[in-house]
């Protein structure tokens, strides 16, 4: 059955390898069980109904991309995305994390039907690749600020905005230390790394008396404090326009370039370096988002982490089941993620920041045109606190930029159309 499924011969692969690949993948990514519910509950959600809502969504997408799409990508609630919900959407703007959800179902299903219609594919690629490396690095970066005030290094100041904490406190210093565990731990290639080293944070937190110690395993706590309880109706009125038009893009970028990406290292590219059944895993990946918000957690995205299970020879949906099935079993370890407190997640929002932070190495500098709006959305995210306000900003100086250089003839259609809606929601019009 499995066989014949996933044509597990076709790929060069057998069912032990794509075991193996699918638990490499969940080990490298289980952190989002512990640092999603985390950053929600800034929001003010409930963070252990959020724990389940995550394991079930990351369960969800994963399963959906194996077995409807036959790819090798796990999917869980996004980094970023769940930063921008919680600090920007909710914290920032004022709305309601109701809101925030029907936003985020809102913005799958227009994913849906732009997946649908193949426009999906025409937008990105349309947007320029300078914008589109921009926003991935103005998301590390932004995530990189969130990091830093969670572990106590960065600090509020009326004179200078921040300033260094207080690198005496215990919490400080042990999210130091966990940044330089979990950083050694992935350059020597441990699986799990950032598992390793959130648990062994945590680990020291409570034998100092830090941190509380709530158990490990228990019954899975009860998700109907956010379950089916976004706002959709919330999510129409005019202000939130911009936003759900934020998490589409972001989600539009983010979820492509993954697919492609994971798939390019895994040699699962055609002769023509495109991606067999694009369509079917940009709607397992857009349905996944959707699902997401009913089950009451921020945009569901394919993660980047799955190049850790092709990376030791999965190549089919087979590893994708594997890691929704361990998210499930995840469902029963709810006493130990209430056990990690913010500055042991913080380490890991800093190295995912690394990572997605490198793509600024990609940007062709020496073409001003293209590199001043590139800097101007990364560098916009963290000191405004608000990838919308990065992502409109970024687009706004490429089409402005480009037509006093008189290059207006390189800036596609797409990108006009966006830069005018966002000088709008600025109200300059």
């Known amino acids: 059955m499995l066989e014949s499924w996933f044509r597990l011969r076709e790929h060069g692969s ?53 077995l409807y799409a036959n790819y090798p990508i796990a999917m869980a609630p996004g980094m970023g995305l769940n930063a921008y919900f919680a600090f920007s959407v909710v914290g920032g703007l004022g709305y309601s994390w109701q809101a925030a959800l029907g936003a985020v179902f809102l913005s799958g299903l227009l994913i849906v039907a732009f997946s649908l219609l193949r426009i999906r594919e025409w937008i990105v690629d349309a947007i320029p690749h300078s914008l589109k490396l921009a926003i991935s690095a103005g998301i590390g970066l932004f995530l990189a600020i969130i990091g830093l005030k969670n572990a106590g290094l960065v600090v509020g100041d009326p004179a200078t905005l921040v300033r260094l904490g207080d690198l005496r406190a215990p919490g400080t210093l042990l999210a130091v230390a966990g940044l330089m565990l979990i950083v050694g731990l992935e350059a020597r290639r441990v699986a799990g790394g950032i598992v390793i080293g959130v648990l062994a944070i945590t680990a020291a937190a409570i034998a100092l008396g830090v941190s509380p110690f709530r158990g490990v395993f228990a019954s899975p706590p009860a998700i109907t404090p956010v379950l089916l309880q976004l706002d959709v109706g919330a999510a129409l009125e005019a202000g939130l326009v911009a936003v759900v038009l934020t998490f589409f893009l972001v989600e539009l970028f983010d979820a492509t370039g993954t697919l492609i990406g994971v798939s ?21 990946d857009s349905t996944a988002i959707a699902a997401g918000s009913l089950l009451g957690t921020s945009s569901t995205t394919a993660y980047i982490e799955s190049a850790a299970g092709t990376a030791v020879g999965g190549r089919t949906g087979l590893t994708a089941v594997v890691v929704g099935l361990l998210f499930l079993a995840a469902l029963f370890i709810a006493p130990l993620a209430g056990s990690v407190p913010a500055f042991a997640t913080a380490p890991a929002l800093i190295y995912v920041a690394v990572l997605m932070s490198r793509a600024l190495a990609e940007i062709v500098w ?63 019009l």
């Open 14 to 66: 057998d069912v032990r390898t794509e075991c193996l690949a699918g638990l490499s993948t969940f080990l490298a990514m289980a952190y989002i069980v512990f640092v999603n519910p985390d950053i929600l509950a800034a929001a003010g959600m409930p963070r252990d109904a959020v724990f389940v809502a995550t394991c079930l969504a990351a369960a969800f997408g994963s399963l959906l991309m194996g």
């Open 264 to 284: 390019h290292r895994a040699d699962l590219l055609d002769a023509r370096g495109r991606l067999p059944r694009l369509k079917r895993a940009l709607l397992a």
């Open 366 to 428: 020496d073409d001003l045109s293209e590199a001043a709006p590139a800097f101007l959305c990364a560098v916009t995210m963290p000191l405004t606190f608000s990838i919308a306000h990065g992502i409109a900003i970024g687009f706004i100086s490429h089409a402005a930029i480009k037509l006093i250089a008189g290059r207006a003839r390189e800036v596609p259609v797409a990108v006009w159309v966006l830069a005018a809606v966002f000088v709008g929601k600025f109200g300059w």
